[in-house]
T-cell receptor, first 114, second 110 residues
Framework: NAGVTQTPKFQVLKTGQSMTLQCAQD?????MYWYRQDPGMGLRLIYY???????DKGEVPNGYNVSRLNKREFSLRLESAAPSQTSVYFC?????????????FGPGTRLTVT | GENVEQHPSTLSVQEGDSAVIKCTYS??????FPWYKQELGKGPQLIID?????GEKKDQRIAVTLNKTAKHFSLHITETQPEDSAVYFC?????????FGAGTRLTVKP
């Protein structure tokens, strides 16, 4: 199993550009999450999807949209990137319905907005 | 919402010594408390977790304690080794909402 995969690994955007971060998991997990990690602030939840077909806002959703494309894939979209969105983005998945609360993280996408 | 505070932000120990990292949380409804280790350039990886109905859990050199009344939990690493050097995060979770502490950078000096 590849676990959780994310693309791209690195991205540089200009202010106002848009992009979509892709995430996929092959562990048959129901729940998927997007976090951002900034220095000194730990990880903050942007959006999550408890199951296929549902999405909910997390702690810092402004400026982002998500799509749970199917059970495997959960994408994060920045419609108009801002320098404040410079961060490392992590996708995670878990299987709470199976009693497995561990969140498995992908390797991250390092995004710079100039 | 839940607020998780983690201390210290940096910790340096000699190889073989013990390391303790402490976290407090604010929401008494939180019921799952994991600890993650993050190495440079990688995603966080779970090292140990504890549910709210348990006070202590141990896995070889790593242990976690939970005090629900005081709303704090701690990570204990004994006989530290250089490969324990990393950033450690605590988290508190209820349902699908997991909140993380700001992290502790642990350095184990040989």
């Amino acid at each position: 199993n590849a676990g959780v995969t994310q693309t791209p690994k690195f991205q540089v955007l200009k202010t106002g550009q848009s992009m979509t971060l892709q995430c996929a998991q092959d562990m048959n997990h129901n729940s998927m999450y997007w976090y951002r990690q900034d220095p000194g602030m730990g990880l903050r939840l942007i959006y999550y999807s408890a199951s296929e077909g549902t999405t909910d806002k997390g702690e810092v959703p402004n400026g982002y949209n998500v799509s749970r494309l199917n059970k495997r894939e959960f994408s994060l979209r920045l419609e108009s990137a801002a320098p404040s969105q410079t961060s490392v983005y992590f996708c995670a998945s878990t299987a709470p319905l199976r009693g497995d609360y561990e969140q498995y993280f992908g390797p991250g996408t390092r995004l710079t907005v100039t | 919402g839940e607020n998780v505070e983690q201390h210290p932000s940096t910790l340096s120990v000699q190889e073989g010594d013990s390391a303790v990292i402490k976290c407090t949380y604010s929401d008494s409804a939180s019921n799952y408390f994991p600890w993650y280790k993050q190495e440079l350039g990688k995603g966080p990886q779970l090292i140990i977790d504890i549910r709210s109905n348990v006070g202590e859990k141990k896995d070889q050199r790593i242990a976690v304690t939970l005090n629900k009344t005081a709303k704090h939990f701690s990570l204990h690493i004994t006989e530290t080794q250089p490969e324990d050097s990393a950033v450690y995060f605590c988290a508190a979770s209820k349902h699908n909402d997991m909140r993380f502490g700001a992290g502790t950078r642990l350095t184990v000096k040989p």
